[in-house]
């Protein structure tokens, strides 16, 4: 065990993982992460709790991810090339080790142009593969990136980020690859609607040997209105969502049913792609229907180890 986290711990005995994402509040407000926690806790074996996501400032993930290891609950850290030198990565990687936070996500980070801060100056000291390796080496050889010792274990399991839909396509597999070889435990991938095209991206991934050396989660985002389908498709970089999609949410009498019912589709689907290990869950607004996804879905209870 690299860390001992019941996400770890569920992956590594072949269960089919669940981690779902809460987003933080613009406040330092920690009863809204407790209520997130209350409301979904059972519903999955790790939380992801977002760190400025499209450039926006909110409540910071190192802090709400204490609070709900507060609660019990398995959180995943996200940490942003975009924001932090170096210096504050490594430094929020120790802080994550003294919160008995036990997963951590490397991203690059959405452009601040899309913020509310538009002005503000992008850092990327690091990428997020050069970040990914970072942290295993403070694990595995207690060493920072300036090579001095770390003076104490850095118990962590490693997530990052992968797109099967950017372009160029040929390339996703070896852009996989650089992240395994920098040492990711767990990959959480863009949404997925384009099951096809994803399933060919998982057989490049497995003729690769890559499932062997990383456990691979696939990206869901439950869809509640036409308008959100839309937008996905139009302005969401590397999320393809189907005309056929949005041509079955536009003929439907419930919207929001139809959705769910299409993610369920998507999730049973995506369940018999050999290679794929568990699911992200991405409800960020729309929390509280990941317990009746994952109800309906069959995943529910969450195995305890």
Same mark, same amino acid.
């Given at each position: 065990?690299?860390?001992?986290?019941?996400?770890?711990k569920?992956l590594e005995a072949?269960?089919f993982?669940?981690?779902?994402e809460?987003?933080?509040?613009?406040?330092?407000?920690?009863?809204?992460?407790?209520?997130?926690?209350?409301?979904?806790? #059972?519903?999955?074996d790790? !939380?992801n709790?977002t760190?400025?996501?499209?450039?926006v400032? /909110?409540?910071?993930?190192?802090?709400?991810?204490?609070?709900?290891?507060r609660?019990?609950?398995?959180?995943?850290m996200?940490?942003?090339? /975009?924001d932090?030198?170096?210096? /504050?990565?490594?430094?929020d990687?120790?802080?994550?080790?003294?919160?008995?936070?036990?997963?951590?996500?490397?991203?690059?980070?959405?452009?601040?142009?899309?913020?509310?801060?538009?002005?503000?100056?992008?850092v990327?000291?690091?990428?997020?593969v050069?970040l990914?390796?970072?942290?295993?080496?403070?694990?595995?050889?207690r060493? !920072?990136i300036?090579?001095?010792e770390?003076a104490?274990?850095?118990p962590?399991f490693i997530?990052?980020?992968?797109?099967?839909?950017?372009?160029?396509?040929e390339?996703?597999?070896?852009?996989?690859?650089k992240?395994?070889e920098?040492?990711a435990d767990?990959?959480?991938?863009?949404a997925?609607?384009d099951?096809?095209?994803?399933r060919?991206?998982?057989e490049?991934?497995?003729?690769?040997?890559l499932?062997r050396?990383v #456990?691979?989660?696939?990206?869901?985002?439950?869809?509640k209105?036409?308008?959100?389908a839309r937008?996905?498709?139009?302005?969401?970089?590397?999320?393809?969502?189907?005309?056929?999609?949005?041509?079955?949410?536009?003929?439907?009498?419930?919207?929001?049913?139809?959705?769910?019912r299409?993610?369920?589709?998507?999730?049973?689907?995506?369940?018999?792609?050999?290679?794929?290990?568990?699911?992200?869950?991405q409800?960020?607004?729309?929390?509280?229907?990941?317990p009746e996804?994952?109800?309906?879905?069959?995943?529910?209870?969450?195995?305890?180890i």
């Open positions: 065990m690299k860390s001992g986290s019941n996400l770890e569920v072949g269960h993982a669940v981690t779902a809460i987003g933080p509040p613009k406040s330092g407000s920690a009863r809204v992460i407790e209520a997130h926690g209350e409301e979904i806790g #059972h519903a999955a790790a !939380f709790v760190d400025h996501q499209t450039g400032v /909110r409540l910071c993930s190192l802090a709400a991810c204490a609070i709900l290891r609660m019990g609950l398995d959180a995943v996200q940490m942003l090339c /975009r932090a030198n170096r210096i /504050r990565l490594q430094g990687i120790l802080g994550a080790v003294a919160l008995d936070i036990k997963n951590v996500l490397c991203l690059s980070g959405d452009h601040v142009k899309f913020g509310n801060h538009p002005e503000a100056k992008g990327f000291d690091i990428d997020s050069q990914v390796r970072a942290v295993k080496d403070m694990r595995d050889e060493k !920072f300036c090579g001095e770390v104490g274990e850095v962590l997530g990052a980020v992968e797109n099967p839909y950017a372009d160029p396509f390339f996703r597999t070896a852009r996989l690859a992240k395994v920098a040492g767990f990959i959480q991938t863009q997925v609607y099951v096809p095209k994803f060919r991206w998982m490049e991934v497995c003729e690769a040997g499932d050396k #456990h691979i989660l696939a990206g869901i985002i439950p869809v209105s036409v308008g959100m937008y996905m498709k139009k302005y969401v970089s590397g999320v393809e969502v189907p005309d056929e999609m949005i041509t079955r949410l536009e003929g439907a009498k419930d919207v929001k049913e139809e959705g769910i299409m993610i369920l589709e998507i999730i049973e689907q995506v369940m018999d792609i050999p290679g794929v290990h568990g699911i992200h869950v409800a960020v607004g729309w929390e509280e229907i990941v996804i994952m109800e309906r879905a069959g995943l529910l209870p969450r195995p305890v």
